[in-house]
């Protein structure tokens, strides 16, 4: 990937540039519990953006992505430059957010590509938005420090792409540390790290390869209702500011106040951060067979309460079942891509050659794509 991106940048723009890469990330258990101020236990990937960078001395941003058949693209940087293609917004949207955080930058070149797989839940989004936040902080000596650039991250999904997303993937992918998994408090931003080496188990991604065409904003909804049960919730006990705050008697309390569409997306989320705490006990004592309980329940409660699965996913599910593996759910966001798999090392042969078979006979195209899962390191400048 570093060569093609070289031989780019040679040939679009010629002379030095800066090498740069953020990944994507994993998410062991805390899924839609971020934007609801809760927790979440991500881990960077060994998959991710590179990007190729030299300050151009102007105040337009020459952009070249080698993933979309290397389509160029130029754009300023006023709120009026906003460039058309969807990759491009997320730079733009970067080194707007930056320059509303009063930094001062200016135009650049830059060749990029990525081997995070679209749509597969691996937030190859953050992955992007963290390559430019982190390189353009660096390339200008803004001094604007890592939790500010998730937020820079963040901010450009909000207002650039549309999605009112939580903080996990830009923070994951930021903050990565290699064989380390982060318990993250989405609300005061507090993580700590946590060594994941589980002896005799692997943790393993099947993709779906299926990314369902969203309409209507599905995952903005989620977060709507969240917001909603929580305000009505606070009515009663003010110091409740998120969901993260409330308890399962507090959602019954408000039960006849709110939806029953409300209701089950909040319960999905108060039964999620609590099992959150559950895995992170079950991790300090080395109990792998609880935490993959947990898993099953958040599968469980994202297909059937917080509807964000799908017939694809529903049936990885319950192959990990059927194979016993250890934990299975369905990662990130939801509407396909992903399951995430803790799966012990002698069922592990057998559990992918079925998984792939069954898959492939059950919905009659191609089988399942299968990612073993290598914790690394965040965003960074290469030599
Ligand atoms: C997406 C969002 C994250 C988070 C997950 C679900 O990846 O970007 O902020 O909400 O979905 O946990």
Known sequence: MIDLIQQGFAAHFGGIASFYASPGRINLIGEHTDYNGGFVFPGAIDKGIVAAIS??????VCAVAINMQNEYVEFGLEEADEPQPHWAKYIFGVCREIIKRGGKIGGFDTVFAGDVPDGAGMSSSAALESTFAYALNDLFSLGIDKFELAKIGQATEHNYVGVKCGIMDQFASLFGKAGNLMLLDCRSLEHKYYPFNPQGYKLVLLDTRVKHKLVDNPYNKRRESCERVAATIRL??????????????????????????DYMRAKYVIEEVERVMTVCAALERGDYETVGQCMYGTHEGMSKLYEVSCPELDFLNDLARKYNVTGSRVMGGGFGGCTINLVKDELYDNFIAGAKAEYKAQFGKEDCKVYDVVISDGARRLD
């Open 236 to 261: 009663k006990h003010p110091e409740v500011e998120f969901l993260r705050d409330a308890s399962l008697d507090m959602l019954e309390e408000v039960k006849s106040e709110i939806s029953s569409e």
């Open 55 to 60: 300050l151009n001395g102007t105040n337009r």
